[in-house]
């Protein structure tokens, strides 16, 4: 055995040392789901993925899933730091104290932290503008409810889903005078058997669409067995419940980034930046349409799909006025990433409070 | 072929065998399931349980994590072990330890940002008041309606967690966290932070806590009177009444000492590895302390060890994950399998294998 673990450690050293010198840079993703998630980790490893395949030799990836937010993402940063991780992604909210943390440690790593607000000389922090493509999801689902009742499955209440909420609720709404939104709030990214049970409690209430701000397709199973209930694929495209329930999808397409910062990176050019970017710039996508959308429906969300990606519109144009009936933007105004930053309240006409 | 044949009297030589054979076969399966999975076996267990301690890369940062993933899992354990031998089943540790967390925070928060040393004690007795509040519940309900503690502890965890959840969008929110929730991060305040007694160590105050309840329980079990009660009243509950032990204060004790630990940990966590209340902050010690406590044999110091142990293989099995690109849900499989293949051994502590056909 001694033997045995010598000789092992041997060899292990060996492939560690060929594969340093083989690669220039070493990449690290942290993960808070699985990589079989399909939905919102799925697509980080897609990015990872296309990162391995568009440097080949030149640059080395690890990742580790299923990494708890708090103190045990902490430990799982360094190792990789120790492991000589040049450059990290940490793609959860809940790691944002944690990889200012680590980064203090590491002072030559660099370190990107996905969705978050704090950063350092070798912090980077970057999101995409989900809610532009949840503009078109409201669009849709106003546009096809028969009931008038959608529910929403939501994560946690923190800016960026309050945010899809907002975005959803004010483009049903005015398509459709009638609709409601029906929230429940189940705390976590990733549970199929919540979500389940939170899609299927909420198509009982009689939603006949069903919008997910959670990582499984669980929600997606729920309503194909309930039968005439609409979804949308969140995070990832969600392909395999096409055409229905699945009718569209709103896509996180990292890999663009995530290669522009390896080679930054590479180039030795990379610094600490902040970065919002949505449909326009491609890291937002919108999924196929299905034959189950109506082609004048359908015709609609490209239409705006097209207005919000050339910067024509913006989902967030006032009049809009918060919950309590006060004015937030006023005809024509439209939202300033400060304030779609800190989002914490309801828009005019949604019922119930986010959670405090 | 095979015939079980219940033992008079528990075997010795089993219960403390048992863990040890669980290890074993647990890295024999685990070797194959690795192998399974396209990796050398032998590089995955070494990865597993050699690198975290002597791997020149990583050891120097491993062996503190060790202690400071052992710390809390023992500590909690330690209390859960007095219920167990008494019969008392607290299954909602992971509740008392948020609890213990939530009272802790507030008191630190409640001060801040006032420096002032009295404040880190007062947090410790607010971390122990917490946990033992909320281990108080299903005592009571016991002692007064029968009701059964395995499902109110284990449902008062969901109760937790949703005032967790409740405080870290309200009460305790960080009032200059652009309204994401979660709390200030004590590790940024210095009166409440639970900071390494020598640096570099691991060695935090929650792990100095944790080896001197090791020593004072291994007291009370072997020297108490109170620990003479606890297990006379799990080994033998008539005998007990009639040498005069009182069963509600024995279960009141038993809860009450658990829920106190556990509030405890989830205080020295909360202000020392963890920084800070989120709706995500406990990660399940609460229950995986019951496999230490178990795997441990209810016994202090077998509850030290396998307190480290298992720290080991969660911090191997993060490693493995790194070094070898083994799905999270593998080393979740491995961890999981060690407490399977325990109670299959633990069947011989009980009954005696007899091969061949006899009638």
Request: hydrophobic residues 45%; proline residues 5%.
């Amino acid at each position: 055995m001694y033997i045995k673990s010598v000789i092992a450690g041997a060899i292990a050293s060996l492939g560690v040392a060929a594969a340093a010198l083989a690669a220039d840079v070493k990449v690290g993703f942290v993960y808070v789901g699985p990589v079989g998630d399909y939905g919102w980790t799925y697509e980080h490893d897609q990015g990872r993925l296309a990162v391995e395949e568009h440097f080949g030799d030149r640059v080395e990836t690890v990742y580790q899933e299923l990494v708890p937010e708090g103190a045990d993402s902490e430990r799982v940063m360094t190792q990789m730091a120790l492991q000589g991780a040049d450059l990290i992604f940490t793609t959860s909210f809940g790691y944002m104290e944690p990889t200012i943390n680590v980064a203090k440690k590491f002072p030559d790593v660099k370190f990107e932290h996905a969705t978050g607000y704090m950063r350092a000389d070798n912090v980077s922090t970057y999101s995409a503008r989900f809610y532009e493509g949840r503009a078109i999801q409201g669009h849709i689902a106003g546009k096809m409810t028969k009931t008038n009742k959608v529910g929403y499955i939501g994560s946690f209440p923190i800016p960026e889903v309050v945010r899809g909420i907002n975005s959803a609720f004010i483009h049903a709404r005015k398509v459709n005078p009638d609709v409601e939104f029906n929230i429940v709030w189940i705390y976590t990214w990733f549970d199929p058997a919540k979500e389940a049970d939170a899609a299927t409690a909420l198509i009982e209430q009689g939603c006949d669409v069903v919008l997910q701000h959670t990582d499984s397709t669980a929600p997606q199973a729920a309503a194909e067995k309930a039968g005439g209930v609409i979804t949308f694929g969140q995070a990832s495209d969600m392909a395999m419940f096409k055409p229905m329930p699945r009718v569209s999808s709103i896509i996180d397409d990292w890999a663009p980034y995530y290669i522009a910062r390896t080679q930054a990176v590479l180039d030795g050019t990379w610094t600490s930046t902040d970065t919002w970017d949505g449909i326009g710039p491609g890291m937002v996508g919108i999924g196929e349409i299905t034959s189950a959308v109506p082609a004048d429906v359908k015709a609609e969300a490209l239409a705006m799909k097209d207005a919000i990606a050339s910067g024509d519109y913006h989902p967030f144009t006032g009049p809009i006025n918060k919950q309590d009936g006060s004015v937030w933007l006023a005809a024509g105004e439209t939202a300033d990433d400060g304030t779609l930053l800190g989002m914490n309240f309801y828009v005019e006409g949604i019922k119930g409070d986010v959670p405090q | 072929m095979f015939k079980l044949e219940k033992r008079p009297q528990q075997s010795q030589k089993w219960i403390y065998l048992s863990p040890f054979l669980a290890v074993l076969i647990t890295m024999i399966s685990g070797g194959i399931l690795f192998a399974a999975l396209g990796e050398n076996p032998f590089e995955a267990i070494r990865i597993i349980f050699w690198d975290p301690l002597f791997d020149p890369n990583f050891a120097s940062y491993s062996r503190p994590q060790l202690l400071v993933k052992a710390g809390p899992l023992i500590l909690i354990a330690i209390g859960l072990s007095f219920g167990f031998k008494a019969g008392v089943w607290n299954i909602g540790a992971e509740g008392q330890y948020i609890l213990g967390a939530i009272f802790g925070a507030s008191v630190a928060l409640a001060f801040y940002p006032m420096e002032s040393k009295f404040i880190f004690p007062l947090m410790i007795i607010a971390g122990a008041l917490g946990g033992f509040l909320w281990g108080l519940i299903p005592a009571l309900l016991k002692a007064k309606l029968n009701t059964n503690e395995i499902l109110v502890s284990l449902m008062l965890v969901y109760v937790a967690e949703s005032i967790l959840a409740s405080v870290s969008q309200g009460l305790l929110k960080n009032p200059d966290g652009y309204g994401f929730p979660g709390s200030r991060n004590l590790q940024n305040y210095e009166s409440a932070a639970n900071v390494e007694i020598i640096a570099n160590s691991g060695m935090h105050w929650g792990v100095l806590f944790a080896f001197i309840t090791v020593i004072v329980s291994y007291i009370i079990l072997t020297k108490h009177i109170q620990g003479f009660n606890i297990q006379l009243t799990g080994q033998a509950p008539r005998a007990s009444k009639f040498a005069g032990v009182n069963p509600t204060a024995n279960i009141v004790f038993c809860l009450g000492i658990s829920g106190a630990l556990a509030g405890l940990a989830g205080m020295f966590e909360v202000s020392g590895p963890s920084g800070q209340i989120t709706i995500e902050f406990n990660s399940g010690y609460g229950f995986t302390a019951i496999i230490v406590a178990f795997l441990g044999r209810l016994h202090p110091i077998g509850i030290f060890l396998s307190g480290l142990l298992i720290a080991l293989t969660y911090i191997g099995g993060e490693l493995a994950q790194l070094m070898l690109g083994l799905p999270g849900a593998s080393i979740q499989l491995f961890q999981g399998m060690l407490l399977f293949f325990l109670l299959a051994t633990d069947l011989f502590a009980n009954y005696k294998v007899k091969i061949g056909a006899d009638n």
